[in-house]
Every structure is written in structure tokens, then in C-alpha cells.
């Protein structure tokens, strides 16, 4: 089955710096990797995603990467901001959604003002 | 801000107790989920339903048993509940049946306690 690592657990970075946080796959079927926010005591919470077929993906402050050939994706915050401070989560996904989403560990980004 | 409901929001019960956790989805979805959320946040897939398939994660317990009276509902069945499955329990659903992967939507979860 897929297995997703996701690096690092926690990240502390300066309000308005960037931050970014690296996942990587095993299984080279995988070809939806969503990325997902999750406050304390809140549902996790999509914020962008990625199929296969793409290479890269922003929207405003966010992107996303994605390498299939060394089967890794990467999340970039730019600007960031206090209300960015959460777990963020990477996930991935096969078998057209049937097999559910395999997420990584969760990283813990602090933003210090 | 209810596409995906859950209730109870918390449950707190006793070893040995069977209780169940309902869900809900309004937008229309084909396939619904289920995923625990352990102590250290960690994710992980049980169940997914599409109407025509259940597909089962292998580690989890038969003690867990979805049910889905119709296509807007999954609930979860636990029996014989046992300290290692207090954590939080998120519903989710997404759109389409297979092939092409859409967004996951995910209820605002159940924290279950057993004590």
C-alpha cells in the first residue's frame, strides 16, 4: 500500500517569511496529492491539491509542487501570516478515490510575530 | 457550513459499550469515508463506501462496521469498545465513484472517550 512521509513535524518561522513542508510516496500509482489545514479542535480542511499531470499549482499565497519521478511533492507558504499557524497535512491518493486518502504525519507550523 | 455533518460531537463511554456515530452528507456525494484521528493527529483511511463497494483499511478491527442506510449516510458501528479506540472519528465524502480523484470534504469530527 502507499506510505507518505512529510518533513518536518514542526516548523517555527517568522511572520512573513516563507515556509514550506516536503512529502514524499511510494507508490508510483499515486496521482492526486491534496494538501489539508487543520486547527486546533477543527476538521482538516482542503487548501490545495495537485494531480499528476501537473507540475505545479499556486493559488495567491500557496503552492504546491510535484515530482513524480522522484515521487515527492512540496507545500510553499509565502508571506506568512499568524492565522496561517496549524497542522498541515499532505495526502495521497490511488485507485480513483476508492482507496481513501493516505496522509502523511502532519507538520506543525508556528508563525512568530 | 453543514456539507458534511457528524453527531455526536463528543462521546464519552465505558470498555465494553457498543455505540455508533452518525454522518451526513448534503452535496450530493457517491463515495463517503471514515478516518480515525489517534492522539498524535495522525490520519488514517478505515472505511470507504460508494453504493456499490465497501472497501475495508485491513488493520482495523471487525469491532467497526459501517453501515449506510442510503447514499447521504455512513455511520459507525463500534462493539465491544476498548481503550485503544478513543480518538477522533472523521466522516468525509467526495464526489464520483472512481477513476478520476475529487476533493474530500470532512465532518467536523466526533471526539470518543472510553473509558
Known amino acids: 500500500g502507499e506510505n507518505v512521509e512529510q518533513h518536518p513535524s514542526t516548523l517555527s518561522v517568522q511572520e512573513g517569511d516563507s515556509a514550506v513542508i516536503k512529502c514524499t510516496y511510494s507508490d508510483s500509482a499515486s496521482n492526486y496529492f491534496p494538501w489539508y489545514k487543520q486547527e486546533l479542535g477543527k476538521r482538516p480542511q482542503l487548501i490545495i491539491d495537485i494531480r499528476s499531470n501537473v507540475g505545479e499549482k499556486k493559488d495567491q499565497r500557496i503552492a504546491v509542487t510535484l515530482n513524480k519521478t522522484a515521487k515527492h511533492f512540496s507545500l510553499h507558504i509565502t508571506e506568512t501570516q499568524p492565522e496561517d499557524s496549524a497542522v498541515y497535512f499532505c495526502?495521497?491518493?490511488?485507485?480513483?478515490?476508492?482507496?481513501?486518502?493516505?496522509f502523511g504525519k502532519g507538520t506543525h507550523l508556528i508563525i512568530q510575530p | 457550513d453543514t456539507a458534511v455533518s457528524q453527531t455526536p460531537k463528543y462521546l464519552v463511554t465505558q470498555m465494553g459499550n457498543d455505540k455508533s456515530i452518525k454522518c451526513e452528507q448534503n452535496?450530493?456525494?457517491?463515495?463517503m469515508y471514515w478516518y480515525k484521528q489517534d492522539s498524535k493527529k495522525f490520519l488514517k483511511i478505515m472505511f470507504s463506501?460508494?453504493?456499490?463497494?465497501?472497501?475495508i483499511n485491513e488493520t482495523v478491527p471487525n469491532r467497526f462496521s459501517p453501515k449506510s442506510p442510503d447514499k447521504a449516510h455512513l455511520n459507525l458501528h463500534i462493539n465491544s469498545l476498548e481503550l485503544g479506540d478513543s480518538a477522533v472519528y472523521f466522516c468525509?465524502?467526495?464526489?464520483?465513484?472512481?477513476?478520476?480523484?475529487?476533493?474530500?470534504?470532512f465532518g467536523p469530527g466526533t471526539r470518543l472517550l472510553v473509558l
Open positions: 468525509a465524502s467526495s464526489r464520483g465513484t472512481g477513476g478520476w480523484q475529487e476533493t474530500q470534504y
Open positions: 495526502a495521497a491518493e490511488s485507485g480513483g478515490g476508492a482507496d481513501g486518502l493516505t
Open positions: 463506501y460508494n453504493n456499490k463497494e465497501l472497501i
Open positions: 452535496l450530493g456525494h457517491d463515495t
